[in-house]
């Protein structure tokens, strides 16, 4: 059974968070809230993690995995970025939107598109998810919390789904799925894969 944490959405415990933070570089994997629903989780350099969210939610080797991001300052080390972008990027985060990116030599192969070499890259408003990744001080490897036959809207929609498949789960009350808008930058110009909750009126 997952060990669970309710920490606050809007003033996060910071003893809560610096727990949960010990627990990923310790080499878990949790399901936690984003401003797009819940998710799955696990550090950066943890290859057994990114093997069980890839079995939890049976995915293929040419899925997308996403680098959760505390802000903009970090994105350069892992995607490549020209100028418009960045101002894009400036312009429009954090929020409800996911960027598909070249990445850089800095990310681990295993975490690339197997052949298009891109990432997803994002930078949530999510109280919890900006207090964790401070306190992480690196991206976490983030995939959203999508199981055929469940909808998640609450932690016990979770723990009913994926107790036993999670080191841990994060409870800030109710967490309805809404989707990002997700904007493929890796090639030329800009191309919407998905329209989700980020606005594309912004884009330009």
Same mark, same amino acid.
């Given at each position: 059974m997952?060990?669970?944490? /309710?920490? #606050? *959405?809007?003033n996060?415990q910071?003893?809560?968070? %610096?727990? $949960?933070?010990d627990?990923?570089?310790?080499?878990?994997?949790?399901?936690?809230?984003?401003?797009?629903?819940?998710?799955?989780?696990?550090?950066?350099?943890? %290859?057994?993690g990114?093997?069980?969210?890839?079995?939890?939610r049976?995915?293929?080797?040419? #899925?997308?995995?996403t680098l959760?991001?505390?802000?903009?300052s970090?994105?350069?080390?892992?995607?490549?970025?020209?100028?418009n972008a960045?101002?894009?990027l400036?312009?429009?985060? *954090?929020?409800?939107?996911?960027?598909?990116? /070249?990445?850089?030599?800095?990310?681990p192969?295993?975490?690339l #598109?197997?052949?298009?070499?891109?990432?997803? $890259?994002?930078?949530? #408003?999510?109280?919890?998810?900006?207090?964790?990744?401070?306190?992480?001080? /690196? *991206?976490?490897?983030?995939?959203?919390?999508?199981?055929?036959g469940?909808?998640?809207?609450?932690?016990n929609?979770?723990?009913?789904? $994926?107790?036993?498949?999670?080191?841990?789960?994060?409870?800030d009350?109710?967490? *309805?799925?809404?989707?990002?808008? $997700?904007?493929d930058?890796?090639?030329?110009?800009?191309?919407?894969?998905?329209?989700?909750?980020?606005?594309?009126?912004?884009?330009?």
């Open positions: 997952a060990k669970l944490f /309710e920490i #606050h *959405p809007q996060p910071q003893r809560l968070v %610096k727990q $949960v933070a627990e990923l570089h310790a080499g878990a994997v949790i399901a936690y809230p984003t401003d797009s629903g819940y998710a799955l989780g696990t550090a950066l350099g943890n %290859k057994k990114l093997e069980k969210i890839r079995q939890i049976s995915l293929s080797k040419r #899925h997308d995995f959760m991001m505390r802000d903009l970090h994105i350069g080390e892992y995607a490549k970025l020209d100028n960045f101002r894009l400036k312009k429009i985060l *954090p929020g409800a939107y996911t960027f598909v990116l /070249e990445g850089t030599r800095d990310v192969k295993r975490l #598109h197997e052949k298009k070499k891109t990432i997803g $890259v994002r930078v949530s #408003h999510h109280g919890v998810v900006q207090a964790l990744l401070k306190e992480l001080d /690196e *991206p976490l490897m983030s995939v959203s919390l999508i199981l055929k469940f909808e998640f809207y609450d932690i929609d979770v723990r009913d789904a $994926v107790d036993n498949q999670v080191d841990l789960i994060i409870d009350g109710y967490c *309805p799925p809404e989707p990002t808008t $997700v904007i930058l890796s090639g030329d110009g800009i191309k919407i894969i998905r329209q989700g909750a980020g606005d594309t009126s912004l884009i330009a």
